[in-house]
């Protein structure tokens, strides 16, 4: 069975804080994915990566950024926490593929910045 | 226009009744489709991916509209276990890889 582990499941920050949300997968796949999900807006994504030290924006990187130093591990940087990022966030992974790979999700962290 | 458009919802019913859910998409190059369900403070799991055919798990049957730009999930004889939302998912794009577009989601609640 595939696993994505996400380091924490809620997490309290302040705002301007630098915050690093750790995701690992076990299955060697390619693609990793951060997304946030908020409510009447669906799950966004941040960014994503097709390889290691790749790096692509997704729909809302604005005040993001990302880290992929090694395959199996995909870390999302807040630069400087805002109120407005607090989030669910949900990391994913799947095998390279043309598309027709389905996604793996972590459980999750829920961000809270006050 | 949402690149992935579902009905909300939510969708209320009794045990043992059928329930169709419907979601369009925009990108006429989308090649890949699925169904994911997400149940409350949890992470969105794979249901079933959709083929061009058409397919079956069980109680679950999922539909593809190249033509309309539409796919469809019908649950039979609903279970309380069932109660959840469901995610249309559409690759964004062939050329995209595995980037994968997300519905707002249909929430369902099926009741005794």
């Known amino acids: 069975d595939v696993k994505v582990t996400q380091s924490s499941r809620y997490l309290v920050k302040r705002t301007g804080e630098k915050v690093f949300l750790e995701c690992v997968q076990d299955?060697?796949?390619?693609?990793m994915f951060w997304y946030r999900q908020d409510p009447g807006l669906g799950l966004r994504l941040i960014y994503f990566s097709y390889d290691v030290k790749m790096k692509e924006k997704g729909d809302i990187p604005e005040g993001y950024s990302v880290s992929r130093e090694k395959k199996e591990r995909f870390s999302l940087i807040l630069e400087s926490a805002s109120t407005n990022q607090t989030s669910m966030y949900l990391c994913a992974s799947s095998q390279a593929g043309r598309g027709n790979s389905p996604l793996h999700f972590g459980n999750g962290t829920r961000l809270t910045v006050t | 226009r949402k690149e992935v458009e579902q009905d909300p919802g939510p969708f209320n019913v009794p045990e043992g009744a059928t329930v169709a859910f419907n979601c369009t998409y925009s990108?006429?190059?989308?090649?890949?489709f699925f169904w994911y369900r997400q149940d409350c403070r949890k992470e969105p799991k794979l249901l079933m991916s959709?083929?061009?055919s058409g397919n079956e798990d069980g109680r679950f049957t999922a539909q593809l509209n190249r033509a309309s730009q539409y796919i469809s999930l019908l649950i039979r004889d609903s279970k309380l276990s069932d109660s959840a939302t469901y995610l249309c998912?559409?690759?964004?794009?062939?050329?995209?890889?595995?980037?994968?577009?997300f519905g707002q989601g249909t929430e369902l609640s099926v009741k005794p």
């Open positions: 959709v083929y061009s």
């Open positions: 990108n006429s190059a989308s090649q890949s």
């Open positions: 998912v559409v690759n964004a794009d062939y050329n995209q890889g595995g980037k994968l577009i």
């Open positions: 299955m060697d796949h390619e693609n």
